[in-house]
């Protein structure tokens, strides 16, 4: 059963995703962390960092309650049964592949956390915005750095959200995406995630495919949008 929640980058997806999670789910305690503690102030202010119609009556309702905000990344990483890295992944300045290629080193850099930090297994969601089969380089830092003691499984949940309509993207989604590997071990994770979205999304829009087909959706729905 799953208790607790932690999402990591306190941005424009992670902060509004995770504070529905909490709206809807009272019985689960819900951590958004960042490393940033001007963000994390923010969203524990009165004018928080970003502006969405309906974010500001839903975090008043949550916060402190079920829902809170910290740059105690490690704490709330191990605390947590799922983890949602919401972290940036702009496109690379320098290097190979520059001006094209998905720069991943936020990604990278929670992995790492999340590796040193757990100590029990943990379902890593993939909230980004990221290069398919980003989930296969992930889980192979997540067990490099664990040394293989602890279980991850990487589920591909994308973000659809339209600037000025996140909330009720969010709210009244018309699909929420699940991809995940098509072990026993995947599919339980799968389910879990579902669970907590079936509190509030219909069961006929909850799609479940594979970790690669997901990441791929993502992509092309940005590319539709372009």
């Not at 969203?43 to 974010?55: A, C, F, R, T, V």
């Not at 594979?210 to 092309?220: Q, R, T």
Request: aromatic content about 6%.
């Amino acid at each position: 059963m799953v208790k607790k929640i932690c999402g990591i980058g306190a941005g424009y997806v992670g902060g509004p995703t995770m504070a529905v999670i909490a709206l809807k789910c009272p019985s689960i305690e819900v951590a958004v962390v960042d490393i940033s503690h001007s963000r994390i102030s923010a969203w524990n202010s009165d004018k928080l960092p970003i502006y969405e119609p309906g974010l500001e009556q839903v975090i008043q309702q949550c916060r402190g309650k079920n829902l809170h905000f910290s740059t105690d990344v490690e704490k709330h990483v191990y605390e947590a049964d799922i983890i949602f890295v919401n972290v940036n992944t702009p496109t690379k300045t320098s290097g190979l592949g520059a001006g094209k290629a998905a720069d991943l080193t936020y990604w990278e850099s929670a992995a790492r956390v999340i590796a040193d930090v757990s100590r029990s297994n943990k379902i890593v969601v993939e909230k980004s915005t990221v290069p398919v089969r980003t989930a296969e380089v992930i889980e192979k830092i997540l067990v490099h750095n664990s040394n293989g003691k602890i279980k991850y499984q990487i589920l591909s949940n994308p973000e659809f959200l339209s600037e000025g309509t996140a909330m009720q993207d969010l709210l009244n989604p018309d699909r929420v995406l699940l991809g995940g590997n098509d072990s026993l071990e995947g599919q339980e994770a799968i389910q879990k995630l579902k669970d907590i979205y079936a509190h509030w999304v219909p069961q006929d829009r909850i799609i479940t495919t594979n970790l690669w087909s997901a990441e791929l959706s993502k992509l092309a729905d940005n590319a539709f949008l372009a």
